[in-house]
C-alpha cells in the first residue's frame, strides 16, 4: 500500500549532505502534512519531521524537511556514521482513508 | 519520559487470532491517541489502527475486517486483535503514540516485537 515513492538507497561521506524525496499525489502529500521518521533495527523508531518541516525537540538541525506541490525532501546536511538507517516519509490519504508510508530509504555513510 | 513496550505471542497459527498488548509507562494513556503499525520483513510500514483514550477507534480500510484496537485505561495499556491470520501478516508490530493536536505524528514508539504465522 506504499503510494508515496522513495529512492531505495542514499549515500554520502562523512560531512556531506544528502536528500531523500518523497514522491505522492494530490489525494495525500499534495493536500496534507507530511512527516518523517527514521528506523534502526532493533530500536524505537524516531520522528524526525513534522508538519512537512518542523522539527520535535531534542532532533538536531541537521535535519530540515520541505514540501512543494505533491512532493517532499528530507535533507540531512554534515552527515554523520550515526545517520546510517531507513527513512521513511508519511501522509494521510484522503483516498485511501489512511496513513501512508512511504517506500522508505537506506542511508548509508561511505 | 514515555515508554511503550509491546508483549504477547511471538508466534501464531494461520487462520487464528493474532493478539498484542501496549503497556505504556511514564505517562497516562489518556489524552492521546495509540496506533498499531507494522512493518513485514523486507518491506515497508504499515499503519494498522489507532483507539482514542476516550475508546473511539479508526482503522486502516485494507485491515478493517480483521481488526479490533481497544485501551483499558485502569491498566494503562492497549491492546490489538487480528482474525484469521495469513503469513502475509508476519511483521514486526510496533505501538505508538500521537495527541489531538498533531494526530499524525508518532512521536513515541515502543520497539516492536517480531510476530510470525506459522504452523
Known amino acids: 500500500q506504499s503510494v508515496l515513492t522513495q529512492p531505495h538507497s542514499a549515500s554520502g561521506t562523512p560531512g556531506q549532505r544528502v536528500t531523500i524525496s518523497c514522491s505522492g499525489s494530490t489525494s495525500n502529500i499534495g493536500v496534507n502534512l507530511v512527516y518523517w521518521y527514521r528506523l534502526l533495527p532493533g530500536t524505537a523508531p524516531q520522528l524526525l519531521i513534522f508538519r512537512n518541516n518542523q522539527r520535535p525537540s531534542g532532533v538536531p538541525d541537521r535535519f530540515s524537511g520541505s514540501k512543494s506541490d505533491t512532493s517532499a525532501s528530507l535533507a540531512i546536511s554534515g552527515l554523520r556514521s550515526e545517520d546510517e538507517a531507513d527513512y521513511y516519509c508519511a501522509a494521510y490519504d484522503d483516498s485511501l482513508s489512511a496513513y501512508v508510508f512511504g517506500t522508505g530509504t537506506k542511508v548509508t555513510v561511505l | 519520559q514515555v515508554h511503550l513496550k509491546e508483549s504477547g505471542p511471538r508466534l501464531v497459527k494461520p487462520s487464528e487470532t493474532l493478539s498484542l498488548t501496549c503497556n505504556v509507562s511514564?505517562?497516562?494513556?489518556?489524552?492521546?491517541?495509540w496506533s498499531w503499525i507494522r512493518q513485514p520483513p523486507g518491506k515497508g510500514l504499515e499503519w494498522i489502527g489507532y483507539?482514542?483514550?476516550?475508546?473511539?477507534?479508526n482503522y486502516n480500510p485494507s485491515l478493517k475486517s480483521r481488526v479490533s484496537i481497544s485501551r483499558d485505561t485502569s491498566e494503562n495499556q492497549f491492546s490489538l486483535k487480528l482474525s484469521s491470520v495469513t503469513a502475509a501478516d508476519t511483521a514486526v508490530y510496533y505501538c505508538?503514540?500521537?495527541?489531538?493536536?498533531?494526530?499524525?505524528?508518532?512521536?513515541?514508539w515502543g520497539q516492536g516485537t517480531l510476530v510470525t504465522v506459522s504452523s
Open positions: 505508538a503514540r500521537s495527541d489531538k493536536i498533531m494526530l499524525w505524528a508518532f512521536d513515541f
Open positions: 511514564g505517562g497516562s494513556i489518556s489524552g492521546y491517541y
Open positions: 483507539v482514542y483514550y476516550t475508546g473511539g477507534t
